[in-house]
């Protein structure tokens, strides 16, 4: 059953949309954030204390702590306080000590939280757009490029912590900020206003870099997909590249996307570049401004000698506050991305129904069944209606692109009819769940892929739990033995991306093979011997007949030998049934659709009449 979510919202968009989606999806991690907010806050405080104490263990140090603690003001009463207390300049630096190890140990916790927040969600995210590509139609999955989809699930999902720590060092920076500018107004609100308009004006300027930022990250994030895409190509084309001698061309194709990476990027570290230098000249200037405006104030040295320690150990936070914000743009178009991919919203999702399928008794019904492509301009299948019997072996025969391989697909439920019904012994297909349906029905042919891996690994997305000897009588009945334990490792060799260390005819009965060892109660070859040898493939065709005898066989192929031996015979065209009956029936038809058929592609008939 097919299932469209009906959330309006859709992938975020703005900024605050996506610190909105990006909140909810770290909502399981959300009691770490009020702890990391606390340890940043504690070391601020801490390090702001701190720089005060210095102050005045310098006066101390040169005898003349009495006329620090004599400035009017908290700051001397402060400073009278903790002059009493501690007694002396030894225990003031035992003090001024134990902050710093203080200030140590909270930024450690609050680097050692981030880490972790980071690595997990990073983890969350790979896992939940692994999920979404494997939940998500098969439709879907086609129409996105392979490289767009590899460069979000490998490239961009560290995003995610990225720019939920940049969240949080913002709030966090900006708390921070808050904590130095509440010692500052403590110590003079006259050089409060003064510092404040060059922190205002510091922040507007990185302000004015954040959509250069913006825009650089998009660039960055559509470079590193096109290098994602050539890789790809290298990668699955090798043989067709190699073959045509096309090495020196994708060379070069893959040297201009790697470039073009390269000079995105470094147009962001230019960008970067720019916040070092606008930062250390304006607070250069905003710290002279402070000091030659402070005699004529009447504020004394001890404060401004306070008030300059403080906003000179406000520059890292304030330094740290503008690039987070610079590298938040930056991170807000693959952000937007990820998020958008993990939205549900807009996509189509295939449910697995509540019934247990335990088996075929009867039948399996289409009932004008019609099936699209996304962009096809003419259905796949139109209307069809027709009937696989169980225990039966039935031949599904049509020129290319007649809707065979469709009806495969849909029976495998990689897709859901766009009208009409599946119906299996008068129960509509999509009321199974997936599971016991997948469970019981198995395919091979040239639409089936094996996957990278080794040989035991394709034999084990049949049955996860068979043994090596089930694997050894599924290879030997499908004609593949021999050549596996040739390799290297036997079961354990690897057979490259989809299989291509191996010809195509051993592809096939591998493949073949791997159906086979499902013990399948229906079993659908597509073409599943059309690149063996006629003695081969009669050999391994007794093998099919006698694992599959009683139970339900169907068969796509263009062998007339394979079409006469099945039980039914049913003609596709243009999506629709043409002709239907037995081999027999058809025979004695003169006009029937399966002649014609064979006309078309060469064959004899009167051979096929002699047998």
């Given amino acids: 059953m097919e299932r469209r979510a009906h959330s309006k919202a859709g992938p975020p968009q703005t900024t605050a949309a996506i610190v909105k989606a990006l909140l909810r999806f770290s909502s399981a991690h959300a009691w770490l954030l009020p702890l990391l907010v606390v340890f940043g806050l504690a070391a601020s405080f801490v390090e702001s204390l701190g720089i005060s104490l210095i102050v005045l263990f310098l006066y101390s140090m040169i005898g003349r702590a009495a006329e620090a603690a004599a400035v009017s003001g908290i700051i001397g009463k402060a400073f009278a306080i903790i002059t009493v207390e501690t007694g002396g300049g030894t225990r003031l630096a035992a003090l001024i000590f134990g902050m710093v190890v203080a200030n140590a140990l909270l930024r450690s916790s609050y680097n050692l939280i981030t880490a972790f927040i980071r690595y997990r969600l990073c983890e969350t995210a790979r896992n939940c757009l692994h999920e979404q590509f494997l939940q998500v139609s098969y439709d879907f999955i086609l129409a996105r490029d392979q490289g767009q989809l590899l460069n979000i699930i490998a490239g961009e999902s560290w995003t995610l912590g990225e720019m939920y720590l940049c969240v949080c060092r913002i709030l966090i920076n900006i708390s921070s900020v808050s904590i130095f500018v509440l010692f500052l107004l403590v110590v003079s609100w006259q050089l409060l206003l003064v510092a404040s308009s060059g922190i205002i004006f510091l922040l507007l300027a990185m302000h004015f870099l954040s959509e250069p930022a913006r825009k650089l990250g998009r660039r960055m994030r559509e470079e590193h997909e096109k290098l994602a895409e050539r890789m790809l190509v290298t990668l699955q084309g090798m043989r067709a590249l190699r073959a045509f001698g096309q090495e020196q061309r994708y060379q070069h194709t893959f040297e201009q996307a790697s470039a073009e990476v390269r000079r995105a990027s470094m147009a962001f570290e ?342």
């Avoid at 699209?372 to 299948?381: E, H, K, M, R």
């Fill in 270 to 611: 230019r960008l970067n570049a720019l916040v070092s230098p606008v930062v250390q000249i304006g607070y250069l200037i905003l710290l002279t401004a402070i000091i030659l405006v402070s005699g004529p104030m009447g504020i004394s040295f001890v404060a401004t000698l306070a008030f300059v320690a403080l906003v000179y150990r406000l520059q890292p936070h304030v330094h740290e506050l503008e690039r987070n914000l610079l590298h938040a743009a930056q991170l807000e178009a693959s952000t937007r991305s990820v998020m958008g991919m993990l939205d549900r919203s807009g996509k189509t999702y295939l449910l697995s129904g509540v019934r247990p399928f335990v088996g075929l008794r009867k039948e399996i019904r289409f009932e004008s069944v019609s099936f699209s492509y996304t962009g096809a301009p003419s259905p796949s299948l139109n209307q069809i209606s027709f009937t696989i019997p169980a225990g039966a072996t039935t031949a599904l025969v049509g020129m290319s692109g007649a809707g065979k391989t469709t009806i495969v697909n849909l029976l495998l439920r990689l897709y859901r009819a766009d009208s009409g019904s599946i119906l299996v012994d008068d129960v509509c297909l999509d009321e199974f769940t997936r599971a016991s349906w997948l469970s019981r029905i198995a395919a091979a042919g040239q639409d089936v892929e094996l996957i990278e891996g080794t040989v035991q690994d394709n034999f084990r997305v049949a049955s996860v739990e068979a043994d090596l000897s089930a694997m050894r009588w599924a290879a030997r009945a499908a004609g593949i033995l021999d050549v596996i334990e040739s390799l290297p490792q036997a079961f354990d060799s690897w057979i490259g991306q989809q299989g291509l260390r191996l010809s195509g005819g051993q592809r096939q009965r591998l493949g073949l093979a791997r159906a086979l060892l499902r013990d399948p109660d229906i079993l659908i070859l597509d073409e599943a011997t059309s690149a063996l040898d006629s003695a081969l493939e009669h050999e391994i065709w007794g093998a099919i007949r006698q694992k599959m005898a009683g139970r339900t066989l169907l068969v796509i192929t263009h062998r007339l030998e394979t079409i006469m031996s099945a039980d039914q015979v049913i003609c596709i065209g243009s999506g629709r049934v043409l002709d239907c009956g037995s081999p027999a029936e058809l025979r004695s038809r003169s006009a029937s659709a399966f002649w014609k058929m064979q006309s078309d592609v060469g064959d004899d008939r009167e051979a096929v009449a002699g047998g």
